[in-house]
């Protein structure tokens, strides 16, 4: 399946606005991976080559295992290993998964190739990444006051 043919990658709130061809484009090299449960998709500090996008299933992001925090990744179009896409590209946590996962891979490259040739919409992209990794770390925020 690539991304054309899923639709929560279509719905995933990293591509809202993005026209269907540079969607097309993207989705080109992109590729359906599934994970047994308790695999791990990507370790923190591993290079950060892919983002994902779940399709179905629950992933487990442990940010600091010791202190017990956690995010999980559970809506279909929901975007993690997100870290591929900013630098230094390098996984900040780890990805886990609860139970069988879907997802579709998709290389660092073909989006910011897909990027360069359409700035504009590539600008919509990372506003949209931009406001996931702000909400994400609103979260963190949240654990953490939760936790004193």
């Known amino acids: ?5 899923a ?3 279509r719905e995933s709130d990293l591509f809202k606005g993005v026209s269907q061809r540079v969607i097309s484009e993207i989705g080109k090299s992109s590729e359906e991976v599934s994970f047994k449960k308790d695999a791990v998709i990507f370790r923190a500090d591993e290079d950060a080559h892919y983002l994902y996008v779940l399709v179905e299933g629950e992933v ?3 940010v ?3 202190e017990n925090m956690h ?6 179009g929901e975007i993690f290993g997100w870290s591929a896409l900013v630098e ?4 900040s946590a780890m990805a886990r998964c609860v139970a069988g996962v ?3 891979r998709i290389a ?3 989006i910011e190739n897909a990027v360069k040739r359409h700035p504009d919409e590539g600008l919509i992209i990372y506003k949209h990444l931009m406001g996931i990794i702000a909400q994400r770390l609103r979260n963190a925020y949240q654990y953490i006051y939760r936790q004193k």
């Open 1 to 5: 399946m690539s991304i054309m043919e």
């Open 7 to 9: 639709s929560p990658t």
């Open 60 to 62: 487990d992001i442990v």
């Open 64 to 66: 600091l295992e010791k």
């Open 71 to 76: 995010f999980k990744v559970i809506r279909p």
């Open 88 to 91: 230094p590209y390098t996984y």
């Open 102 to 104: 879907k997802a579709i």
């Open 108 to 110: 660092r490259d073909s």
